[in-house]
């Protein structure tokens, strides 16, 4: 029995819808997965790229930092980005979020920045765009930290661990180093097996 061409090419259009549906919802499936907390985009520091965090670090632990160049704990970039380097083959990702908030202490431009800290630090964790971090302005990323937490930084190098299951599992004031006992005992806790 000969198909007429009609139902050739309804059935071709089916096949492709199919095949399109079953692609999309693949390609959808990991938004779904993703924790609502690494639900965020944001561009490289001093680029115009931009990065999902669920896309790119989700079932790693994460370190989030605001970050500040002209502060008392700027430092603390040495550390971090030691920490970066010892624990990045098992998982850790630290990430850094300039903010002007505290006291101006993050005057420059993101390029600026950016230079300051593979210059002067020799940081290759990733950067991010600068943001909001403190209450009175927070970006959507850091409000939702801060309701987790149940606070938002006071100051800068406030930072947050998230756990490889995108739960916020600790949340660290600006005096606590990367090296602190504290700080050291949650990642080891926490980095993926």
């Avoid at 944001?42 to 370190?63: P, T, W």
């Avoid at 989030?64 to 040495?78: E, H, I, L, M, R």
């Avoid at 939702?144 to 800068?156: D, F, K, M, S, T």
Wanted: hydrophobic fraction near 40%; charge should be positive; charged fraction near 20%.
């Amino acid at each position: 029995m000969k198909v007429p061409a009609d139902l050739k090419i309804v059935q071709v259009i089916a096949v492709i819808l199919l095949a399109f549906t079953a692609l999309h919802a693949y390609a959808s499936e990991p938004r779904k997965l993703c924790s609502p907390l690494l639900n965020y985009e944001f561009k490289k520091l001093g680029q115009d790229e931009r990065v999902n965090l669920c896309d790119a670090y989700q079932g790693k632990l994460i370190l989030v930092v605001n970050t500040a160049s002209k502060c008392a704990y700027t430092p603390q970039y040495n550390g971090l980005e030691s920490m970066y380097e010892a624990y990045k083959e098992r998982g850790l990702v630290v990430l850094g979020f300039p903010s002007n908030d505290f006291a101006g202490q993050e005057p420059g431009t993101e390029k600026q920045i950016s230079n300051f800290c593979r210059l002067t630090y020799g940081v290759k964790f990733p950067m991010f765009e600068k943001v909001h971090a403190a209450q009175r302005n927070a970006s959507l990323f850091y409000q939702a930290l801060a309701e987790r937490a149940g606070e938002y930084p006071g100051w800068n190098f406030h930072k947050y661990l998230i756990a490889p299951n995108g739960q916020l599992v600790g949340s660290f004031k600006s005096n606590i180093r990367p090296d602190d006992t504290r700080l050291m005992t949650a990642i080891e806790a926490y980095l993926p097996e």
